[in-house]
């Protein structure tokens, strides 16, 4: 992919992330129905980039299934102009993701086997073990996560909305991640002693 392809997939890969602040500014500027026609041509881009895309497939296949929920969402609150529309979007991300490593459990390996494997193939059976419950552990946050993002989409006020999906559930998912990554060096390193 020459580098301007490049540049684009990652500034359409941003607009996922960034969907809550876009939203909250955008909503300050332009009409649902606008906002709605510009986010369903940034996430159909980001759907043909991900169609021909050569991402890891539990990647694609999320980042296809964001798209589409992102094409959804912002397409109903174009056709409807109904700006609540976007507030759920966060909501069906986290529930993706949460089928995505719920079913993992189910039909192994794990999410965090496979990416363990990716760094270490030959995994011992322990490390498989713990796998398994790092993926229990992220299914649990991606329920909490998502029954917040839920609440601030039915109760909140954008504001609240706005920095809880667009900065607290980053930070809570970072933290989760730093511990995570602590505890697994403590337990490599006791493995190896």
């Known amino acids: 992919m020459p580098e301007a392809g490049r540049l684009l997939a990652a500034l359409l ?4 992330l960034l969907f809550p602040v876009i939203v909250y500014f955008g909503l300050e500027r332009l009409s649902p129905r606008v906002l709605g026609l ?32 992102g094409i959804g969402l912002a397409g109903g609150a174009w056709v409807c102009e109904q700006a609540d529309l976007f507030l ?18 189910v039909k192994p390996p794990s999410v965090i086997e496979r990416l363990a494997r990716l760094r270490e193939p030959d995994l011992p059976e ?6 398994r419950g790092v993926t229990k552990l992220w299914c649990g ?6 029954g917040i993002a839920l609440a601030t989409a039915i109760k909140a006020d954008m ?3 706005t920095l809880y999906n667009g900065l607290i559930s980053y930070v809570l998912m970072g933290a989760l991640f730093g511990a995570e990554f602590l505890v697994r060096r403590k337990a490599q390193r006791r493995a190896a002693a």
Request: proline fraction near 1%; avoid cysteine; hydrophobic fraction near 70%.
């Open 88 to 105: 759920f979007y966060p909501v069906l991300v986290n529930g993706m993701l949460l089928l995505m490593f719920a079913a993992s459990l």
């Open 126 to 131: 322990a490390a498989v073990a713990y796998t």
């Open 38 to 69: 510009i986010l369903v041509a940034a996430f159909l881009a980001r759907l043909v980039f991900l169609l021909k895309g050569k991402a890891l497939q539990a990647g694609r296949s999320l980042g296809i299934g964001a798209a589409l929920a």
């Open 159 to 161: 504001e609240i909305w």
């Open 141 to 146: 946050f991606f329920m909490i996560n998502g």
């Open 13 to 16: 890969a941003l607009t996922t």
